[in-house]
């Protein structure tokens, strides 16, 4: 995989160099006005477009942000993103309204040395995320237009098989930028030759969304500690009433023959031992104060749902991390939003800080909960941009835009 400093080697003064950004951030209305809410990919992605653009190039900046179905949705601009981006650069970051057509164009074409623009969000045109070869190189054709080199930088999409990550790199000279080089590297070292003890914390919503990573992970880790709604699917395969608590019961057999395997692997597999429990899901928009029980992980009331870990399991957990040399943790443990649920999720950001292991915080919500409970990012080895990214990586599967970038 060609580096960017290589390609800076060989000269980008005067050169249109097409940033594959991932500038999706979460946004947020105030007063009607639109906010970012965390502006972490952003400040990611800026090193590698401050560096062409001191070098003298004219850096056209692309993203995807959301779901906006291949048409225009003004929920979704980047225009937002282009203006923080400004801001963290201290310089003037043009914006084209469109991606490739005619305020692409005047757009690209009005950069001087040195100059950035950002485009509309790429997923505007449908063939951004097209599963047709042909429509999607289409549109790789015209994104080539507005270029002559290709650097990859957007670390959170390389799992897609999109335009901009996996076509576009075939029609240009390519590099990749410092974040995808830096992401691959940490990755390495959760693959390879891995420092023990290795412990893995595995949150979020659903069990399915992590089912090939743990079964991977089987192979490989020395303890996995399960949190968040997925963990109140292994409860119920223990046998434990979980109430209204998030529930896939389709994957029960599965999560029982994962356990089975972690005990005849010698993988210590640690579920929670209390829980908060309410009634009622909290109002994330008004922040009304919640009421809720601490509970025994196998007492919850038929009436109540499991929203974070308890007192007891937040001491668990930072035991099981204490010791360790390496450290990965992808999805929060509760619903950190609300100040009454996020005490799980902020002790296991607190263990990984206290821990003296190389610790890897798995994007996605995780990196999000890390800056939204006040934690200093310098304190963990290292931030992913890409959640899912991160786990495919560690699935062992192959990632389109990674392997575009390695031709």
């Given at each position: 995989?060609?580096?960017?400093?290589?390609?800076?080697?060989?000269?980008?003064?005067?050169?249109?160099?097409?940033?594959?950004?991932?500038?999706?951030?979460?946004?947020?209305?105030?007063?009607?006005?639109?906010?970012?809410?965390?502006?972490?990919?952003?400040?990611?992605?800026?090193?590698?477009?401050?560096?062409?653009?001191?070098?003298?190039?004219?850096?056209?900046?692309?993203?995807?942000?959301?779901?906006?179905?291949?048409?225009?949705?003004?929920?979704?601009?980047?225009?937002?993103?282009?203006?923080?981006?400004?801001?963290?650069?201290?310089?003037?970051?043009?914006?084209?309204?469109?991606?490739?057509?005619?305020?692409?164009?005047?757009?690209?074409?009005?950069l001087a040395d040195g100059q950035v623009?950002?485009?509309?969000?790429?997923?505007?045109?449908?063939?951004?995320?097209?599963?047709?070869?042909?429509?999607?190189?289409?549109?790789?054709?015209?994104?080539?237009?507005?270029?002559?080199?290709?650097?990859?930088?957007?670390?959170?999409?390389?799992?897609r098989k999109h335009a901009s990550v996996?076509?576009?790199?075939?029609?240009?000279?390519?590099?990749?930028?410092?974040?995808?080089?830096?992401?691959?590297?940490?990755?390495?070292?959760?693959?390879?030759?891995?420092?023990?003890?290795?412990?893995?914390?595995?949150?979020?919503?659903?069990?399915?969304?992590?089912?090939?990573?743990?079964?991977?992970?089987?192979?490989?880790?020395?303890?996995?500690?399960?949190?968040?709604?997925?963990?109140?699917?292994?409860?119920?395969?223990?046998?434990?009433?979980?109430?209204?608590?998030?529930?896939?019961?389709?994957?029960?057999?599965?999560?029982?023959?994962?356990?089975?395997?972690?005990?005849?692997?010698?993988?210590?597999?640690?579920?929670?031992?209390?829980?908060?429990?309410?009634?009622?899901?909290?109002?994330?928009?008004?922040?009304?104060?919640?009421?809720?029980?601490?509970?025994?992980?196998?007492?919850?009331?038929?009436?109540?749902?499991?929203?974070?870990?308890?007192?007891?399991?937040?001491?668990?957990?930072?035991?099981?991390?204490?010791d360790a040399e390496t450290v990965f943790?992808?999805?929060?443990?509760?619903?950190?939003?609300?100040?009454?649920?996020?005490?799980?999720?902020?002790?296991?950001?607190?263990?990984?800080?206290?821990?003296?292991?190389?610790?890897?915080?798995?994007?996605?919500?995780?990196?999000?909960?890390?800056?939204?409970?006040?934690?200093?990012?310098?304190?963990?080895?290292?931030?992913?941009?890409?959640?899912?990214?991160?786990?495919?990586?560690?699935?062992?599967?192959?990632?389109?835009?990674?392997?575009?970038?390695?031709?």
């Amino acid at each position: 995989m060609k580096t960017i400093d290589e390609l800076l080697a060989e000269g980008v003064s005067g050169k249109r160099v097409f940033v594959r950004a991932d500038l999706n951030v979460p946004l947020a209305q105030n007063g009607g006005v639109t906010e970012i809410s965390d502006d972490g990919r952003i400040r990611a992605v800026q090193p590698t477009i401050a560096k062409l653009a001191e070098a003298g190039a004219r850096v056209i900046v692309a993203s995807h942000l959301g779901r906006p179905k291949g048409t225009p949705d003004p929920a979704f601009s980047l225009a937002p993103a282009a203006a923080r981006l400004g801001e963290l650069l201290g310089a003037d970051v043009a914006f084209a309204t469109d991606t490739v057509g005619a305020s692409a164009k005047e757009t690209v074409a009005a950069l001087a040395d040195g100059q950035v623009a950002v485009i509309e969000n790429l997923r505007f045109n449908a063939g951004e995320t097209s599963k047709d070869d042909a429509e999607r190189g289409a549109f790789a054709d015209q994104l080539a237009e507005l270029a002559d080199i290709y650097v990859g930088d957007g670390f959170g999409a390389v799992h897609r098989k999109h335009a901009s990550v996996f076509d576009l790199p075939a029609r240009l000279p390519h590099a990749a930028g410092y974040l995808i080089a830096t992401e691959v590297g940490v990755l390495k070292k959760l693959t390879a030759d891995v420092k023990r003890p290795y412990v893995v914390i595995l949150g979020g919503a659903k069990v399915s969304d992590k089912l090939a990573v743990i079964d991977e992970l089987l192979g490989k880790a020395d303890r996995i500690l399960i949190g968040g709604g997925m963990a109140y699917t292994f409860l119920y395969a223990k046998g434990y009433e979980v109430g209204i608590s998030l529930l896939q019961k389709d994957q029960v057999d599965i999560v029982r023959e994962y356990m089975a395997r972690a005990e005849k692997n010698g993988v210590e597999l640690v579920l929670p031992v209390d829980i908060l429990a309410s009634k009622d899901f909290p109002d994330l928009k008004t922040m009304a104060p919640a009421e809720f029980i601490t509970v025994a992980a196998d007492k919850i009331p038929a009436d109540q749902e499991g929203l974070d870990i308890g007192p007891k399991t937040r001491e668990l957990y930072a035991s099981k991390i204490a010791d360790a040399e390496t450290v990965f943790w992808n999805g929060p443990v509760g619903v950190f939003e609300h100040p009454a649920y996020a005490e799980g999720t902020r002790a296991i950001a607190q263990a990984l800080v206290d821990s003296s292991a190389f610790t890897v915080v798995g994007g996605g919500d995780s990196a999000a909960a890390v800056r939204t409970l006040g934690f200093d990012e310098n304190a963990f080895g290292h931030i992913s941009t890409g959640g899912g990214a991160s786990l495919e990586y560690l699935e062992g599967k192959t990632l389109p835009g990674l392997a575009a970038l390695e031709v």
